[in-house]
């Protein structure tokens, strides 16, 4: 199991994995990666990210700050 579950009781573990091999098994689920605090986060990252830009920070140095490439940085300034 992931780190999240360690320390749960082990039939709450086996309870949950047969559930879930009863409901999946044998199917390709899509899982998103981000939820709902991702979600957040991102959008505030997001208005971090116009309020440098207009204060006069280049795009370059946008995407090297945030980690993003300038194709996205322009396109998050863009709205």
Not at 11 to 19: A, G, N, P, T, Y
Not at 32 to 41: L, M, Q
Not at 65 to 74: D, N, T, V
């Given at each position: 199991?992931?780190?999240?579950?360690?320390?749960?009781?082990a039939?709450?573990?086996?309870?949950v994995?047969?559930?879930?091999r009863?409901?999946?098994?044998?199917?390709?689920?899509?899982?998103?990666?981000?939820?709902?605090v991702?979600?957040i986060?991102?959008?505030?990252?997001?208005?971090?990210?116009?309020?440098d830009?207009?204060?006069?920070?280049?795009?370059?140095?946008?995407?090297?700050?945030?980690?993003?490439?300038?194709?996205?940085?322009?396109?998050?300034?863009r709205?």
């Amino acid at each position: 199991m992931i780190a999240v579950w360690e320390g749960a009781p082990a039939d709450i573990l086996q309870r949950v994995e047969s559930d879930v091999r009863a409901d999946w098994g044998g199917d390709r689920v899509y899982i998103r990666k981000v939820g709902e605090v991702g979600e957040i986060a991102r959008t505030q990252r997001e208005e971090a990210i116009r309020q440098d830009y207009r204060r006069g920070e280049r795009v370059a140095f946008l995407a090297r700050k945030w980690r993003l490439s300038a194709r996205r940085i322009q396109q998050i300034v863009r709205g």
